[in-house]
T-cell receptor, first 116, second 110 residues
C-alpha cells in the first residue's frame, strides 16, 4: 500500500498570504489528522476529519481551517499568514472509525512552510 | 489538559549499549500510547502501539511498557546501532486526539 502523501513538500510564502496544503491518506483510511510541528511548541494537534466531517479541533485560531473530500483526501488552509506559522505541517491517517477506536496513526513526510 | 513529558531531552550512547527512554503523562484516561521515531526533516514513523489494556509491546530490539496508573511508559532499545539515531516521540491518545511529548534526541556513536 502506498503511504500517506503530502503536497507540496516545501513552500515559501510572505506574511498576509494564504496557503493550502494537501494530504492523501493511505487507501481505505477515512480518518485524517493534521499537526503543526515547531521547535518551540513541538507537535500540536490542529484538527481531525472523518468521512468529510471535522470531528475534533485543537487550540488554533480560525485562520487555520481544513476540509475532507469524499475520497478521504484532505486539505488544510491557513489564511493571513504570520511569521509564527512557519512550521512543518504533518498529516496522519488511520482506520479509526469511532471516537473510542484505538488505532495506529501513519504519518506523511510533511510540508515545510516558511513565512517571510 | 493532557501533558506529556519525555526525559531525557537528549541522549548519547556508544554503539551496542542498551538504553531506556522515558515518557510520562498527566491524565491516565487514555486509549493507547504510541512511540514514534522522527529522522531530521522527515515525518514520523510508528514504532509501537500499546493499548490501554496492555502492559507492553515488543518489536525486534524494541520493547515498550505502559503503566497507566502511574502515567508512565518506557521504550527499551537493545543493542543500539548508529541507525537508531533519531528523535523518539511518545504520544497518548485521549478522546479527541494525540498528545505528543517533547521528544528525546538519541545519538548512537559508532
Amino acid at each position: 500500500k502506498a503511504g500517506v502523501t503530502q503536497t507540496p513538500r516545501y513552500l515559501i510564502k510572505t506574511r498576509g498570504q494564504q496557503v493550502t496544503l494537501s494530504c492523501s491518506p493511505i487507501s481505505g483510511h477515512r480518518s485524517v489528522s493534521w499537526y503543526q510541528q515547531t521547535p518551540g511548541q513541538g507537535l500540536q494537534f490542529l484538527f481531525e476529519y472523518f468521512s468529510e466531517t471535522q470531528r475534533n479541533k485543537g487550540n488554533f485560531p480560525g485562520r487555520f481551517s481544513g476540509r475532507q473530500f469524499s475520497n478521504s483526501r484532505s486539505e488544510m488552509n491557513v489564511s493571513t499568514l504570520e511569521l509564527g506559522d512557519s512550521a512543518l505541517y504533518l498529516c496522519a491517517s488511520s482506520s479509526r472509525r469511532g471516537q473510542g477506536q484505538t488505532d495506529t496513526q501513519y504519518f506523511g513526510p510533511g510540508t515545510r512552510l516558511t513565512v517571510l | 489538559k493532557q501533558e506529556v513529558t519525555q526525559i531525557p531531552a537528549a541522549l548519547s550512547v556508544p554503539e551496542g549499549e542498551n538504553l531506556v527512554l522515558n515518557c510520562s503523562f498527566t491524565d491516565s484516561a487514555i486509549y493507547n500510547l504510541q512511540w514514534f521515531r522522527q529522522d531530521p526533516g522527515k515525518g514520523l514513523t510508528s514504532l509501537l502501539l500499546i493499548q490501554s489494556s496492555q502492559r507492553e509491546q515488543t518489536s525486534g530490539r524494541l520493547n515498550a511498557s505502559l503503566d497507566k496508573s502511574s502515567g508512565r511508559s518506557t521504550l527499551y532499545i537493545a543493542a543500539s546501532q548508529p541507525g537508531d539515531s533519531a528523535t523518539y516521540l511518545c504520544a497518548v491518545r485521549g478522546l479527541g486526539n494525540l498528545f505528543f511529548g517533547t521528544g528525546t534526541r538519541l545519538t548512537v556513536i559508532p
